[in-house]
C-alpha cells in the first residue's frame, strides 16, 4: 500500500486563498532550512526538501492547482490534469533548477551557470514593537551561514594537497549523453565531478571535501519607519557564497540576507494601512453632554480630541498627522504620516450610587422614557415601610 501523502498546502504551512507570493516565499524559507548543503548526510532535511519541492511544482502551477484543489492528489494523477514528477525517485540535483530559479528571479542564489555564480539568500525574521515601527530603528540579528572553510579557502582538499583533473570529462564538468539511438545528444552535469571538473582525493578535516563550513553571523540592520508584518529588509551580500559547484574558481557574489518583520500587536492601537485606529471608551454623560479628552499618541505624546455632543457609540474622529510613517515616502527621503482614528465605545455603568440612579430616573421621566421600577430593600419589602 503507498504511503499517505501530505496536503500540498500542510507542507508548505498555508491556506487554501495563499497567493502566489505567499506560496512563492514559504517554499524559498523551507528549501533554504532543508537544503542538502545545510543538512549533510540527513535524510529526513533531504525527504523534506523533495516533498516542499512537489509541493511548489503543483501549487505555483494555476492550471496544476486548480485541478489539485477541486481533486487532490488522485485528480494529477488521472484525466483531470498533467500529473506531477515523482519527486520521490529524483536525485537532489534534479530539483536544484527550481530552486535556483526561485532565488535567481528575486535576487537568490543558483542560477549563476548562465551568468557570474551567486550564492544562495538568507532569511531571518526580527520582532518590532509598534512604537519602532512609527520611528524606525536599529535591530542586532544573529544567523548562521555557510561560509567559505578557512582550513581550505573553499577548494575542499586538504591544506598542500590540489583538487586533480577529472578523468570522466577531462575537467570541464559537463558529459554528453546520447538518447533515442543517437539520434541526440544531451549535455548533463558530470556525475564523477559533480560538475566541478576536478576530484577531491584527499578530503579538508574541516570540511569534509564541502569547501564550505556553518559561520555564526552577527549584524545590526536599519528597519526604516513605516515598514509593515511580513515585509523584509533586504542586506545586499550577507548570504552565503556560491558552491564549489557553481563556482569553479571560487569566485561570485555572496546572496543577500532578508530580514523579515513581525510587527507585536500593540495595546492601545490596531493599525490599519498607515492610520491607527485607538478605541476611546467614553461614559454617557460625555457622549450626551461633549467632552475635550487626553488621549496618547504613538510617539509617547498627548494630543486633545473634542467629543461632541449626541457622540455615538462607534463615531470616528480623525487625528491628522498622527498614525504612522508612510513606508515610500520615507525610503524617498520625504515622509508623511497617516491619521489617528479615535472610535468611540460609550460605557454604561454597571453600578450606580443612589444619587446617579435618582437623576437618571428623573432624566427618563422627563422624556417619557420607560425604565425598569426601583428595587425595594430587603427590609423595606418586609415590613412595608
Known sequence: ???????????????????????????????????????????????????????????????????????????????????????????????????????????????????????????????????????????????????????????????????????????????QQSGLGGMFRMVTACPACGGRGQVIKEFCSSCKGKGRTPKARKLSVRVPAGIADGQAVRVRGEGEPPGPDESRDGTGARGDLHVVVSVQEHRLFKRDGDNLILELPISIAQAALGADLEVATIDGGKTTVTIPKGTQYGDHFRVDSQGLPDLQSVLREKPRRGDMVVVTRVEVPRKLTAQQEKLLREFASSGGQQVSAETQSFWKKMFGS
Open 1 to 175: 500500500m503507498p504511503p499517505t501523502q501530505r496536503d500540498y498546502y500542510e507542507v508548505l504551512g498555508l491556506e487554501k486563498s495563499a497567493s502566489e507570493d505567499d506560496i512563492k516565499r514559504a517554499y524559498r524559507r523551507l528549501a533554504m532550512k532543508y537544503h542538502p548543503d545545510r543538512n549533510p548526510g540527513d535524510a529526513e532535511a533531504e525527504k523534506s526538501f523533495k516533498e516542499a519541492a512537489a509541493a511548489y511544482e503543483v501549487l505555483s502551477d494555476t492550471s496544476k492547482r486548480q485541478v489539485y484543489d477541486q481533486y487532490g492528489h488522485d485528480g494529477l494523477k488521472g484525466g483531470g490534469g498533467p500529473a506531477p514528477h515523482d519527486f520521490s525517485r529524483m536525485n537532489v540535483e534534479d530539483i536544484f533548477s527550481m530552486f535556483n530559479d526561485i532565488f535567481a528571479g528575486q535576487g537568490g542564489g543558483g542560477g549563476g551557470r548562465r551568468g557570474p555564480a551567486r550564492g544562495y539568500d538568507l532569511e531571518t525574521q526580527i520582532s518590532l514593537t509598534l512604537e519602532e515601527v512609527a520611528t524606525g530603528c536599529e535591530k542586532s540579528v544573529e544567523f548562521t551561514r555557510m561560509d567559505v572553510c578557512e582550513t581550505c579557502t573553499g577548494s575542499g582538499a586538504k591544506p598542500g594537497s590540489k583538487p586533480i583533473k577529472c578523468t570522466t570529462c577531462g575537467g570541464h564538468g559537463k558529459v
